[in-house]
């Protein structure tokens, strides 16, 4: 099997079309494009693709050009030859899109990702502190006014209603604290590593996933668990 690079983009009913270095244009003819050893060639002559030289077709196409793997499975007794590209993983996309930006975007970005850096360490702080406030002190005061107060149905729900914003308000803080603490040392200092931002990636698709509760109380469980199972 041999691997080799080609640049391409797909349209939106599912046509390919390949770059051809040539004469810089789009063909949907996979064995005329152009092709490249490595991943890092091929994403070094789409980086320097200059709009001004380029034929309409390919400046429109720009945007959407990506780097992709192209596998050769030669059959010699059907003297066949099967092509497939294989599907950019979002980081390829990413690195496609930053390649391609504009000077004064990449700039910006920089400059926004830098000032995030900087205040991460405060914002963690800030986090914990409101956690912590909601559990002490927030809670404490909804449970105890439960607790010594009498209401009607009506007053009821309100305060349930007011006690599950709060809580809401509360899980949303968490998560950031929770994926924050992620960079953000004990010491306050913020060090990013691949490790590190790959851990941040796999709690974020965590806490975006569905919520699931697991009773502490036997007995609690079996009055209000159909709740949250939604039945």
């Known amino acids: ?59 429109l196409a720009l945007p959407k050009l990506k780097v992709g793997c192209v596998d050769l499975i030669e059959d010699f007794d059907l003297t066949q030859t099967m092509l497939s590209i294989s599907e950019p993983t979002p980081e390829d996309e990413l690195l496609n ?4 930006m504009d000077q004064a975007d990449f700039l910006a970005l920089i400059d926004d990702i830098s000032h995030v850096i900087m205040v991460l360490p405060e914002l963690r702080n800030v986090l914990k502190n409101d956690v912590k406030y909601a559990d002490s002190v927030i809670l ?28 809401q308000k509360r899980r949303c803080e968490k998560d950031r604290l929770q994926l924050i603490s992620a960079l953000v040392s004990a010491e306050d200092e913020v060090t990013i590593t691949v490790e590190r931002a790959k851990e941040t990636q796999r709690l974020l698709h ?26």
């Open 206 to 231: 965590s806490i975006q996933g569905e919520r699931h509760y697991h009773y502490r109380s036997k007995d609690i469980e079996n009055e209000l668990g159909d709740m949250l199972s939604g039945s």
């Open 140 to 167: 404490q005061d909804y449970l105890h006014t439960i607790e010594l107060s009498d209401f009607d149905l009506k007053t009821g729900y309100h305060l349930a209603q007011k006690l599950k914003q709060s809580r």
């Open 97 to 100: 899109e930053l390649l391609l």
């Open 1 to 59: 099997m041999l691997n080799t690079q080609v640049i391409y983009y797909q349209t939106d009913d599912g046509g390919t079309f390949y770059f051809r270095q040539k004469d810089l244009t789009l063909i949907n003819d996979l064995e005329r494009a152009s092709r490249w050893s490595t991943k890092k060639e091929a994403q070094k002559v789409l980086r320097s693709l200059d709009k001004k030289a380029l034929p309409n077709q390919t400046i």
